[in-house]
T-cell receptor, first 114, second 109 residues
Framework: NAGVTQTPKFRILKIGQSMTLQCAQD?????MYWYRQDPGMGLKLIYY???????DKGEVPNGYNVSRSTTEDFPLRLELAAPSQTSVYFC?????????????FGPGTRLTVL | DAKTTQPPSMDCAEGRAANLPCNHS???????VYWYRQIHSQGPQYIIH???NNETNEMASLIITEDRKSSTLILPHATLRDTAVYYC??????????FGAGTTVTVRA
């Protein structure tokens, strides 16, 4: 199993540009999450999904959108990039068969907005 | 969520046990204690969790006090690869983890 994969690994955006961060998992997990981690800080939950077609906001959803059309994929969309969105973005997944909070994380996408 | 308090940093000698404390004096009866770690630049890695009883797996042991107001994560034989930020999280089992600042553990040769 590849686990949780994220693309791209790095990206530089200009203010106002848009992009989609890709996340996929091959563990058949129902639950998927997006977090952001600012330098020297802990992770904050942006959005999460409990299954295909179901998404909900986390702590810091403003400026982001998500969709979940399949169990495997959970893309995160930035519509109008701002410098405050410079961060490392982590995608994670978990299974209702285990503890919901036993989450498996991807390697991250490092985004810089200039 | 119950608030957790962890020391900001600690050092440990390679080959020795590393004991990482966490205070969670306002923990509720249905809240679990979760431990994660984050090795530099990587995604967090789940280590262990528990509710009331002590737990052990291949990575670590978790000791929870009888009143559940504090816990200790034990890495039995620390290696250089255990250098990381360790997060103690108290949460009900509802998939909404919240990560704080954690403890930066440095294992020294």
């Amino acid at each position: 199993n590849a686990g949780v994969t994220q693309t791209p690994k790095f990206r530089i955006l200009k203010i106002g540009q848009s992009m989609t961060l890709q996340c996929a998992q091959d563990m058949n997990h129902n639950y998927m999450y997006w977090y952001r981690q600012d330098p020297g800080m802990g992770l904050k939950l942006i959005y999460y999904s409990v299954g295909a077609g179901i998404t909900d906001k986390g702590e810091v959803p403003n400026g982001y959108n998500v969709s979940r059309s399949t169990t495997e994929d959970f893309p995160l969309r930035l519509e109008l990039a701002a410098p405050s969105q410079t961060s490392v973005y982590f995608c994670a997944s978990s299974s209702p068969g285990g503890s919901y909070n036993e989450q498996f994380f991807g390697p991250g996408t490092r985004l810089t907005v200039l | 969520d119950a608030k957790t308090t962890q020391p900001p940093s600690m050092d440990c000698a390679e080959g020795r046990a590393a004991n990482l404390p966490c205070n969670h004096s306002t923990i509720s009866g249905n809240e679990y204690v979760y431990w994660y770690r984050q090795i530099h630049s990587q995604g967090p890695q789940y280590i262990i969790h528990g509710l009331k009883n002590n737990e052990t797996n291949e990575m670590a042991s978790l000791i929870i006090t009888e009143d559940r107001k504090s816990s200790t994560l034990i890495l039995p034989h620390a290696t250089l690869r255990d250098t990381a930020v360790y997060y103690c999280i108290v949460r009900v089992n509802d998939y909404k983890l919240s990560f704080g600042a954690g403890t930066t553990v440095t294992v020294r040769a």
